[in-house]
C-alpha cells in the first residue's frame, strides 16, 4: 500500500452497520448475550467463515448478517457497534462517514423502532466527539418488504436522519413498489439515496428519475448505458443523461462488487472509465466486516488498479463530502480537513 494512503483524508457514503461490525465484537456480544448461533468463537475461525463464498449459494453468504443482526438486538449493543464503527474509521483516515442500516430488524426482542434510531443516533454523536470524525446515519427499508413507509416515518419523526435508502434484492422486487414511500421522503425534504446495482438494466432510471434519488447507491452498471466515441462520452438514454449532467454521485463499492460476481477484478470494474469520463464516482466499503476490507485497503485498490494519485482521491473526498446528506456546517468542519 502506498504510504500516503493511510493518511490522505477520506470518505465513505455507503457503509452498512451491520456489516461493519469487529469480529471480535461480534463473538463478545454473543458471549454476554449467550447467542447459541455463530460457527465458531474463534476469531480466526469465524473471520475466514463470515469471508465472501462465490461457489456457494446467496442463503449461505446471507448467513453472517443474521449473526450481526442476531447480536444487536439491545441499545447497548447497538450503540457499541455505532461507536466502534466511527472510531475504526477514524483510526483509518475517515474524516466523514454514512452509515446506514435497516431499524426494523432491530426490534425482535422487544426494542421499539424509536429505541433502535435513538441508539445509533447516540452513538453517532458520541463517536464523532470522541473521534473528531464528522457521520450521519440513514434508514433503510428492504425491497422485499412491504414497510418502507414505517421507515420513511422513522426518518420524519428524528431530525438526526439524514435520509433515507431502500435495499435488498432488486431482481423481481422494484423501487416503484415503493413509490409512496420515496414520495412522502421527497415531499418531507428528506434525503433519498436508493441502491441500484448491476442486476436490473433499468434500476438507475427507477432509482433517479422515477424515485428522485439525490445520489445512487452502488450505481456501477451505469458503464452500460453510455459510449465513447472519439474520445467523447454519448448517453443512451435519459437517466445516464441526467445523472450526468447533475452531478449525482455513484456510491461505488468495487470490493464487493468483485465478491458478488459483478467484475472478475477490481482492474476490471467500470470505476475507471466512469472517473475518466467525468462521473461524480465516489469510493465506499459496503461491507467492511463480510467484504474483509477497510477504507484504506479500498483506496489502494482503486489507486493501483485506475492510476490514480494522491491529488485524484482528494478531490474524490472533496466531492464525497459535498455529496452527503449532513448539516452544512458539519459538512463544512468535514471539508476543512483537506486543507
Given at each position: ?103 426494523l430488524v432491530h ?143 455513484l456510491e461505488i ?87
Amino acid at each position: 500500500m502506498h504510504d500516503w494512503i493511510k493518511t490522505v483524508p477520506k470518505a465513505v457514503l455507503h457503509d452498512h452497520l451491520d456489516g461493519g461490525l469487529r469480529v471480535e465484537t461480534l463473538i463478545e456480544l454473543a458471549n454476554e448475550q449467550n447467542y447459541p448461533n455463530l460457527p465458531s468463537t474463534n476469531h480466526d475461525e469465524l473471520k475466514k467463515w463470515i469471508q465472501p463464498k462465490p461457489d456457494k449459494s446467496l442463503a449461505i453468504n446471507l448467513e453472517a448478517w443474521e449473526h450481526t443482526i442476531g447480536v444487536m438486538q439491545d441499545k447497548d449493543s447497538i450503540y457499541r457497534v455505532t461507536t466502534e464503527a466511527l472510531e475504526d474509521l477514524s483510526n483509518d483516515g475517515v474524516v466523514y462517514a454514512e452509515l446506514r442500516f435497516a431499524p426494523l430488524v432491530h426490534t425482535f426482542k422487544g426494542l421499539t423502532t424509536g429505541e433502535v434510531v435513538d441508539s445509533v443516533v447516540n452513538g453517532i454523536k458520541d463517536g464523532m466527539e470522541k473521534y473528531d470524525i464528522v457521520a450521519g446515519v440513514i434508514l433503510c427499508a428492504m425491497r422485499q418488504e412491504q414497510n418502507s413507509l414505517e421507515v420513511v416515518n422513522l426518518c420524519i419523526e428524528h431530525n438526526d436522519v439524514i435520509g433515507f435508502d431502500l435495499a435488498g434484492p432488486e431482481v423481481g422486487f422494484s423501487v416503484l413498489n415503493h413509490s409512496e414511500a420515496c414520495s412522502l421522503a421527497v415531499e418531507n425534504n428528506i434525503n433519498v439515496t436508493l441502491h441500484a446495482d448491476w442486476e436490473v438494466a433499468e434500476g438507475i432510471k427507477e432509482v433517479v428519475i422515477d424515485s428522485k434519488a439525490k445520489r445512487v447507491g452502488h450505481g456501477s452498471q451505469i458503464i452500460n448505458d453510455i459510449a465513447f466515441n472519439n474520445g467523447e462520452v454519448t448517453f443512451q438514454n435519459t437517466a445516464a443523461q441526467y445523472v450526468f449532467d447533475n452531478n449525482i454521485a455513484l456510491e461505488i463499492c468495487p470490493t464487493s462488487n468483485v465478491q458478488c460476481g459483478a467484475y472478475s477484478d477490481v482492474s476490471e470494474h467500470s470505476f475507471g472509465e466512469l472517473f475518466n469520463a467525468g462521473f461524480n464516482v465516489t469510493i465506499n466499503t459496503d461491507n467492511r466486516l463480510m467484504s474483509d476490507i477497510t477504507m484504506s485497503e479500498e483506496v489502494n485498490n482503486v489507486v493501483e488498479s485506475f492510476g490514480l494519485d494522491e491529488k485524484d482521491i482528494l478531490g474524490i473526498t472533496k466531492n464525497t463530502i459535498e455529496a452527503g446528506f449532513v448539516k452544512p456546517e458539519l459538512k463544512n468542519k468535514a471539508l476543512k480537513k483537506l486543507s
